[in-house]
């Protein structure tokens, strides 16, 4: 039986998480030819993709899904029954940072793929296309070839590389009309035939020449690059905006101006309290080991930096605060604006919120955070601190009798907010710091506010 033939028409997706999630809603409302299901071990994970009530927010998502869902798109826990009539599986399992043995705190944690793929050889009963749809460091596809076809069933498993360049909060946006597709296989026939197979799902909405292909190790490694490259010009940017607040220059001014250069582009050179998301630090981290595990050490330093760079962003984000407010935040109540990663999420994986949190926990401050989709997520990563912070969803109520905003999340709503209002019921002096530069400074100096950004000279009122 030859299963990864071009007309394959059962397509399985492990992992019913950001990644999987949303991609497999793309594929299915674009390609009603073909079934696509999604499984995940976490229960509750599944029963919310199957209401109207999805575990991720991602603005649009819900529509796409409605479009596909119980047509041609099935979200499931049985893993094993879907496995068995699957042609194509697509892993979107989870590949954390290592938090334990060799390689902690850089190398990816490949438990759950390791264990996905040996049950997909436990249960596999034809030949199957395995498309690798999480982050992975590179080879780990050979790695997993060589689990899957150790098998004695005399079953072909054809592993690709098709990594995921969509950003979240913009996620439906991004797959509809991709810059690129990207889909590693090897080189043999079979592997060549695989390729067609999965180019062919693409081919329904996307243009052929956006689909590019590589050998599997590239495609591994473009990925990881990819967001190297675009962490890299936000710490870029965040080493000058430290520069800028010494010296009488605006970081918005110096990014406009070196962004019109087109060689440079204007995109991600926001200067900012951190970037976060599950994405760029892990990359990163995965690269500089890799580079390490080679013995190359300039290689991994160079990139190493960009994540300590965005640690120091971080850190004199808070350390600012704290010098600005008389030197102590103890007992002083401070709203956070903000805990997602990025505005239009509720993720808030590696989100610099997160950081700035614990830091004036540990400054015994009185935290206040609020944000629109986040505070569910936020109890997660505070659990070990829930009795130090308080969580409204108002940012009103949460500015009310505090001596300073921090800004930490871009939300759209925080530019719209009644400040006069929000001023009047603080303490004073009151002090705002702008860590995504998004506010009208100007115009809350002028209302009586301190206000601290980014990459610019404060305004000051003593
Ligand atoms: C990223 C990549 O963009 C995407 O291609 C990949 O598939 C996954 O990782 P994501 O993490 O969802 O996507 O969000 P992104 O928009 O890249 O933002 C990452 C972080 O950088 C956020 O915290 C964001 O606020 C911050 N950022 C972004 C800045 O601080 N300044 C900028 O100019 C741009
Ligand atoms: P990503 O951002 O990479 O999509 P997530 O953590 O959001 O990562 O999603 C990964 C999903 O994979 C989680 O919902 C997790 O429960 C699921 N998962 C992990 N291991 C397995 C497995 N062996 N079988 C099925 N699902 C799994």
Same mark, same amino acid.
């Given at each position: 039986?030859?299963?990864?033939?071009?007309?394959?028409?059962?397509?399985?997706?492990?992992?019913?998480?950001?990644?999987?999630?949303?991609?497999?809603?793309?594929?299915?409302?674009?390609?009603?030819?073909?079934?696509?299901?999604?499984?995940?071990?976490?229960?509750?994970?599944?029963?919310?993709?199957?209401?109207?009530?999805?575990?991720?927010?991602?603005?649009?998502?819900?529509?796409?899904?409605?479009?596909?869902?119980?047509?041609?798109?099935?979200?499931?826990?049985?893993?094993?029954?879907?496995?068995?009539?699957?042609?194509?599986?697509?892993?979107?399992?989870?590949?954390?940072?290592?938090?334990?043995?060799?390689?902690?705190?850089?190398? *990816?944690? @490949?438990?759950?793929?390791?264990?996905? /793929?040996?049950?997909?050889? =436990?249960? !596999?009963?034809?030949?199957? %296309?395995? $498309?690798?749809?999480?982050?992975?460091?590179?080879?780990?596809?050979?790695?997993?070839?060589?689990?899957?076809?150790?098998?004695?069933?005399?079953?072909?498993?054809?592993?690709?590389?098709?990594?995921?360049?969509?950003?979240?909060?913009?996620?439906?946006?991004?797959?509809?009309?991709?810059?690129?597709?990207?889909?590693?296989?090897?080189?043999?026939?079979?592997?060549?035939?695989?390729?067609?197979?999965?180019?062919?799902?693409?081919?329904?909405?996307?243009?052929?020449?956006?689909?590019?292909?590589?050998?599997?190790?590239? *495609?591994? @490694?473009?990925?990881?690059?990819?967001? /190297?490259?675009?962490?890299? =010009?936000? !710490?870029?940017?965040?080493? %000058?905006? $430290?520069?800028?607040?010494?010296?009488?220059?605006?970081?918005?001014?110096?990014?406009?101006?070196?962004?019109?250069?087109?060689?440079?582009?204007?995109?991600?050179?926001?200067?900012?309290?951190?970037?976060?998301?599950?994405?760029?630090?892990?990359?990163?981290?995965?690269?500089?080991?890799?580079?390490?595990?080679?013995?190359?050490?300039?290689?991994?330093?160079?990139?190493?930096?960009?994540?300590?760079?965005?640690?120091?962003?971080?850190?004199?984000?808070?350390?600012?605060?704290?010098?600005?407010?008389?030197?102590?935040? *103890?007992?002083?109540?401070?709203?956070?604006?903000?805990?997602?990663?990025?505005?239009?999420?509720?993720?808030?994986?590696?989100?610099?919120?997160?950081?700035?949190?614990?830091?004036?926990?540990?400054?015994?401050?009185?935290?206040?955070?609020?944000?629109?989709?986040?505070?569910?997520?936020?109890?997660?990563?505070?659990?070990?601190?829930?009795?130090?912070?308080?969580?409204?969803?108002?940012?009103?109520?949460?500015?009310?009798?505090?001596?300073?905003?921090?800004?930490?999340?871009?939300?759209?709503?925080?530019?719209?907010?009644?400040?006069?209002?929000?001023?009047?019921?603080?303490?004073?002096?009151?002090?705002?710091?702008?860590?995504?530069?998004?506010?009208?400074?100007?115009?809350?100096?002028?209302?009586?506010?301190?206000?601290?950004?980014?990459?610019?000279?404060?305004?000051?009122?003593?």
């Amino acid at each position: 039986m030859e299963s990864n033939a071009k007309n394959a028409r059962n397509i399985l997706c492990i992992g019913a998480g950001y990644v999987g999630g949303p991609t497999m809603a793309m594929i299915a409302a674009r390609c009603p030819q073909y079934k696509v299901t999604v499984v995940d071990i976490n229960a509750s994970r599944i029963s919310a993709w199957n209401s109207d009530n999805l575990p991720i927010y991602e603005p649009g998502l819900l529509g796409v899904v409605k479009e596909a869902r119980g047509r041609n798109l099935f979200f499931s826990t049985d893993v094993e029954a879907a496995i068995k009539e699957a042609d194509i599986i697509f892993v979107s399992v989870n590949t954390p940072t290592k938090t334990f043995g060799g390689g902690a705190g850089k190398a *990816a944690d @490949l438990q759950y793929w390791e264990k996905t /793929a040996r049950m997909i050889v =436990r249960v !596999s009963t034809a030949d199957k %296309i395995i $498309v690798e749809k999480s982050t992975l460091p590179v080879r780990t596809a050979a790695a997993m070839s060589r689990i899957l076809n150790a098998n004695d069933k005399g079953i072909r498993f054809e592993v690709l590389s098709n990594p995921e360049f969509l950003a979240e909060g913009t996620a439906v946006a991004d797959m509809q009309n991709p810059d690129r597709v990207l889909i590693g296989a090897q080189g043999t026939p079979a592997g060549i035939k695989a390729l067609d197979a999965i180019v062919e799902i693409y081919a329904n909405w996307v243009e052929r020449d956006k689909i590019i292909t590589s050998n599997v190790w590239s *495609a591994e @490694l473009s990925k990881l690059v990819a967001n /190297a490259f675009l962490a890299q =010009r936000i !710490s870029s940017i965040n080493s %000058i905006s $430290v520069l800028c607040e010494k010296t009488e220059a605006d970081v918005a001014e110096v990014s406009r101006a070196i962004g019109m250069d087109s060689r440079i582009g204007s995109r991600f050179l926001s200067s900012s309290v951190g970037f976060g998301g599950s994405c760029f630090q892990k990359d990163i981290l995965n690269l500089v080991y890799i580079a390490e595990s080679y013995g190359l050490d300039e290689v991994a330093r160079y990139w190493e930096s960009v994540v300590l760079m965005n640690n120091y962003q971080k850190r004199r984000f808070v350390s600012n605060m704290i010098s600005t407010m008389f030197n102590t935040v *103890a007992d002083k109540r401070i709203a956070v604006f903000g805990f997602a990663f990025k505005a239009d999420t509720g993720d808030t994986r590696e989100s610099p919120a997160i950081d700035v949190v614990k830091q004036l926990i540990e400054e015994r401050a009185r935290v206040v955070i609020t944000d629109p989709e986040a505070l569910d997520n936020a109890k997660i990563d505070l659990a070990g601190c829930l009795d130090k912070v308080e969580m409204l969803s108002d940012p009103y109520a949460a500015a009310q009798g505090a001596h300073a905003i921090a800004i930490c999340t871009e939300w759209q709503q925080y530019r719209e907010l009644d400040y006069k209002k929000i001023f009047d019921s603080m303490e004073k002096p009151a002090f705002i710091f702008d860590g995504r530069n998004v506010l009208d400074h100007k115009k809350l100096f002028d209302m009586g506010f301190n206000v601290f950004s980014i990459g610019k000279p404060a305004l000051k009122h003593f």
